[in-house]
Each structure stands twice: as structure tokens, then as C-alpha cells.
């Protein structure tokens, strides 16, 4: 309950300002990541974990931060649920992340792709 | 639609399907990413494997060419240097048997002559390992030299003409690039057939230029990189070797009027070697 009642004081439009922000960011680290032509699998380095934790976590409860002041009590109370899911798949990608041991470079600088 | 099917008044349904096209839009990105660079970095590993065998094989023709070299040198010692040598030794010895003033003096001269002509076979020898005219008056009078000797054979008229050499190369630059100049005037001697060879020089701002036109049977680009790929075809890698050291560019072409083979080479001049 106490869940609920802090959602209601919620700023959407805040939240929702954020998570575009953030997904942003973490598009353009993916984008970075694309184009940097590198030796070693972009899963194997412990940012790109985390990165996708939280872009999942922002991108999986964007819809629910924003729709939450037109929602009644009932409804949140039922969806309140995706956050948690979000939360937990987070938390287990950020863990993922800990445990990644950066792979050694075969060699040391990588180049930009043209 | 959808939505309106599934309940009008509800935003739970917006929630639930914006959560699963956001859900099913990252982890598609996401799966596309890591796949990209899966393949990227496969391509990657395949064009070093390429490169490092390309660079295999030159060094491999370059380390063949050093031995082929090393055993022409042999023979020329052993072949020709040693068997006049020995004979100078001989005529010589007669003098300590044969006592006779006037059969000493003729042996002495033979001798002489021999000493002469091992002299002579020396110098060729190093002439050929090094030419003076290369290191003492440069490119182009060490090419004018070599193209005089070739025409003075009769078979083939070769001239040159540099438009542009105000300021020599550094020398041993210019000796790689005679050395490759060297090169396709034996391949064209060799397997052209060609009844001329003219080479010309000249420059574009830091770029240097050497053409060599021929009227024989020649290589297109496709031909050299063929070749050069092949286990065959050591002059050409060894070409592409030296060129390599110099970071220049090798081009095989066949002239506008199809009736001429060109071959350019391009270098970029170092920062000594640009005019002011």
C-alpha cells in the first residue's frame, strides 16, 4: 500500500522527461558501440550490462510512469506488477554485469569504422 | 484499433501493450547489436587472417629472393672468378718451374690478363649488386645507363624521361624504385615481346610519378593481383614488397588506344624531398 500511495504523488511528466533522456543515452552508447570496430564482444564488457538494465528497466515501465495519473488505484494496483518484473530483470542484468570479467584485448587500441 | 477492441476505458491495456512493443523493441535492438557485431568482428578476424598471409607470402618471395640472388652471386664467384684466378695461379707457378727469362715474361703477361679480365667480372658483379651511377648521379641517370645497355643490345629500344627530378630522392628510396624499375624491364624483356619501353617522370604536388608505356603483352590490374596472390609470380610480390616499404601504389593498365600497356608508380614524397 505504501507503494501506491507514493506512485500517486508521482510526477509523470518528470519521470517521463527522464526515461526519454536516459533511453537516449543509452541508445547512443549502443550506436558508439556499433560503430567501434573492437575485438571484443561488446558482452563482454560490464557497462554494456548495465547499460541495458537500466534501458530495458526505463523502456519496460516508460508506458507505466506515464499513463499513471489516469489510472485508478484498482489498475495500479494490477500493473504495478511490470514495474517489480522490470525491477528484478534489472537488478539480474546489473549482477550479470558485476560478474563480466573484461576479456584482453588482442590488440590495444580499436579503430574507428569508416 | 486493438486497443479499443480490448477495452476503450482502460489505460491498463495501454500500459500492458506500450510495456510489451517497448519490451519487444529493445531486446530486438539489443539482439541486433550484439548479432552486428558478432559479424563485424568476424569479418575483422578474416581480413587480418588475409593480411597476414598476404604478408606471409611477400616475405616469403622477398627471403626466395635474397637466396636467388645469393646463388647467382655464388655461381658468378665460383663459376667464373675462381677458374681465372686459378689459371693466373698457374701461369704464375710456371715462373718458379721455368727459368727460361723469355716463356716467364710471356707467362707473366698471360697472367696479367687474367688478373685483368677477374678485375673486370668483379666489377660488373658489383655493379650489378649496386649500380655507381644510382649512388653517385641518381635515378635517372642510372636509368638512362641501364636502357643504354639494353638498347645497345639491338632487340628492344628503351629510353626514358624525367620531366620533374630537380631534386633527387632520398637514396634509398631511389634505389627501391630502380630496383622495381629494374623488375618490370626484365618481365617486359622476358614475357613481352614488346619492340619498346619508354618511362617518364613527373610530379603532382607531393605525389612522384613514374610510367613506363610498353607496346608488348602486358598486365591489366586484375592480372597483377591475381598473380600476386598466387604462389607464383615472385618478381611481382616482390614488387609489391619494396612498394610496401615505400607506401607507394602500383597501377597496371592498358593505354586509351588499346595498343600500349602502362604501368604508373606513385609515391608520396617525404618532407625533405618536396620542392620549396
Redesign the interface.
Known sequence: MYFLDFTKRLDSFSIFLESLLVIVTS?YY?YE??TT???K???SQSQFWIV?GI??YL??????FV?LP??SDA?TM??WS?NWLFNILKNILFFIGFLVKPAPAAYADSVK?R | MILLEVNPTSQAAYVLLGTIGMLVLTIGLIVFIIFHQRRVIRFQGTLQKMEAEQQKMLLDASIRLQEEERQRLAADLHDDAGPLLATARLYLNENLVNLDKTTQLQSIYNAKQIIDDTIQLIRNISHSLMPPTLKNFGLESALNDLFQKITGSGSINASCRFHDYRERLEPNRELIIFRIIQELVNNILKHSNASFIHVTQNTNGNKFFVRLHHDGRGLTQADFEKLNKSSGGLGLKNIQSRLSVLQGNIYFEKDMSQTYYKVTIELTKEEGEILG
Open positions: 541508445l549502443l558501440q556499433m570496430v573492437s575485438d564482444f561488446i558482452y541495458i534501458f530495458l523502456a519496460g515501465t516508460f508506458f507505466l499513463l489516469n489510472m489498475e494490477n500493473n511490470i569504422a
